[in-house]
């Protein structure tokens, strides 16, 4: 629930009405905004470019919206590009390590700070 609440003090979700005391009575709408929220943070997007992504669903404004996606898309293409190298050189380690019983273990050797 403190999410929620972190939600509403950024400007993505309205504080929705008590209109029985201090019970929160949240619409479908607060609900499918909620789903968006969270299905665009999975995707990576920051709070602040889903709070764009909201505001441009309001206006449909598409070529900005794919801007951010193509955006997206090139990081998680950084992202996975570093972590495809950082496996091969695990991967190279940990044949070394298999292949070489004398000596340091090439990957405890490879984490030791100089």
Do not use: W
Request: charged letters at 35%; aromatic letters at 6%.
């Amino acid at each position: 629930m403190e999410t929620v609440r972190y939600y509403q003090r950024r400007g993505l979700l309205a504080e929705p009405a008590r209109p029985h005391g201090e019970i929160r009575r949240y619409s479908a709408e607060d609900l499918r905004r909620l789903k968006f929220i969270r299905s665009a943070q999975a995707a990576g997007f920051t709070l602040a470019e889903i709070g764009e992504l909201l505001e441009l669903s309001a206006s449909d404004d598409r070529p900005r919206a794919r801007e951010l996606a193509q955006a997206r898309v090139a990081e998680l293409d950084q992202k996975i590009a570093e972590m495809r190298a950082a496996r091969e050189a695990l991967a190279s380690l940990a044949s070394a390590c298999a292949k070489d019983r004398k000596g340091p273990c090439p990957i405890l050797d490879a984490f030791e700070p100089n």
